[in-house]
T-cell receptor, first 116, second 116 residues
Framework: EAQVTQNPRYLITVTGKKLTVTCSQN?????MSWYRQDPGLGLRQIYY???????DKGDVPEGYKVSRKEKRNFPLILESPSPNQTSLYFC???????????????FGPGTRLTVL | GDSVTQMEGPVTLSEEAFLTINCTYT??????LFWYVQYPGEGLQLLLK?????DKGSNKGFEATYRKETTSFHLEKGSVQVSDSAVYFC???????????????FGKGTLLTVNP
């Protein structure tokens, strides 16, 4: 089954304790991205990756790191989590679009993170 | 920068009622427009899309028409069902040649509850 998986689905942690949220897709997609969803703000992009070893900042990258060592995986790393990073996180992936087309972005089920 | 404004809701309807969720956007050039749906506890799924002016996207009885003159992409359904209860997000994206960030810019989401 074609899908984007995220782990863990729920995580409660404390300020400053490093954590990683994993994202994996089995569709051979080039493009992957992380969003956070906050009440009243919708979804905002954190980081994205156009392909292996190619990553760049989105709109709200502060406090996050990513890596893309393999095409299928795009982990989100919080080196020193803070309470303002409490949020619902979504990973998404798609084929790279051509100039006049759009390839659907597939979203993972989400990771609910609470930082105390 | 790009932005999307949508009816915030919540919207509560009875089964078989007519649904409209308003969405307007601000963007340079000619973005593609989307409606995503998020069912409880799940990730986002693409509901429909339109990639140029006057295009009508449709799926599962939902429709939306890309109106460039009014910069709008309102979601409509003639007869809602209890199973349509979800959060609906309007979004836009720019298609860039040569590959770039296919970031989706989302509205804040509209919670729809359909009662039997």
């Amino acid at each position: 089954e074609a899908q984007v998986t995220q782990n863990p689905r729920y995580l409660i942690t404390v300020t400053g304790k490093k954590l990683t949220v994993t994202c994996s897709q089995n569709m051979n997609h080039e493009y992957m991205s992380w969003y956070r969803q906050d009440p009243g703000l919708g979804l905002r992009q954190i980081y994205y990756s156009m392909n292996v070893e190619v990553t760049d900042k989105g709109d709200v990258p502060e406090g996050y790191k990513v890596s893309r060592k393999e095409k299928r995986n795009f982990p989100l790393i919080l080196e020193s989590p803070s309470p303002n990073q409490t949020s619902l996180y979504f990973c998404a992936s798609s084929l790279a679009s051509g100039r006049l087309s759009y390839n659907e972005q597939f979203f993972g089920p989400g990771t609910r993170l609470t930082v105390l | 920068g790009d932005s999307v404004t949508q009816m915030e809701g919540p919207v509560t309807l009875s089964e078989e009622a007519f649904l409209t969720i308003n969405c307007t956007y601000t963007a340079t050039g000619y973005p593609s427009l989307f409606w995503y749906v998020q069912y409880p506890g799940e990730g986002l799924q693409l509901l429909l899309k339109a990639t140029k002016a006057d295009d009508k996207g449709s799926n599962k009885g939902f429709e939306a028409t890309y109106r460039k003159e009014t910069t709008s992409f309102h979601l409509e359904k003639g007869s809602v069902q209890v199973s349509d209860s979800a959060v609906y997000f309007c979004a836009l994206s720019h298609i860039r040649s040569g590959g770039s960030n296919y970031k989706l810019t989302f509205g804040k989401g509209t919670l729809l509850t359909v009662n039997p």
